[in-house]
């Protein structure tokens, strides 16, 4: 008969390809509170009326979020400056 797996020793190993290690997930054990049963009936509500997106729709809205954002993080090239903010001169 096969022994079981030892895995105690995996995460290191994988860890070392560049891979991150496994991670155990946290529980909610919390109770459910008054209002969380208000937000999933007002949500149950809503996807019965149809008021959902598409895959599809997520999909555009993240990488439009992500062109936003990668937008922010690189200012544009000196190259593409307007011709207006090239021609300012101060004079002082």
Same mark, same amino acid.
């Given at each position: 008969m ?8 995996t995460s290191r190993?994988?860890?070392?390809r ?12 919390e ?9 999933? &009936?007002? !949500?149950? #509500?809503? /996807?019965? =009326?149809?008021?959902?997106?598409t895959?599809?729709?997520l999909?555009?809205d ?6 936003r954002?990668?937008? &922010?993080? !690189?200012? #544009?090239? /000196?190259? =593409? ?5 090239s ?6």
């Amino acid at each position: 008969m096969a022994r079981p797996a030892d895995h105690s020793s995996t995460s290191r190993a994988t860890a070392k390809r560049g891979k991150p290690p496994r991670q155990r997930i946290p529980i909610d054990d919390e109770p459910i509170t008054p209002e969380d049963l208000r937000e999933i &009936k007002s !949500s149950e #509500a809503a /996807f019965a =009326r149809g008021d959902y997106v598409t895959l599809e729709e997520l999909r555009a809205d993240v990488a439009r979020l992500r062109s936003r954002e990668a937008s &922010k993080e !690189s200012p #544009a090239p /000196f190259g =593409r400056r307007s011709r207006a903010a090239s021609r300012c001169v101060v004079r002082s």
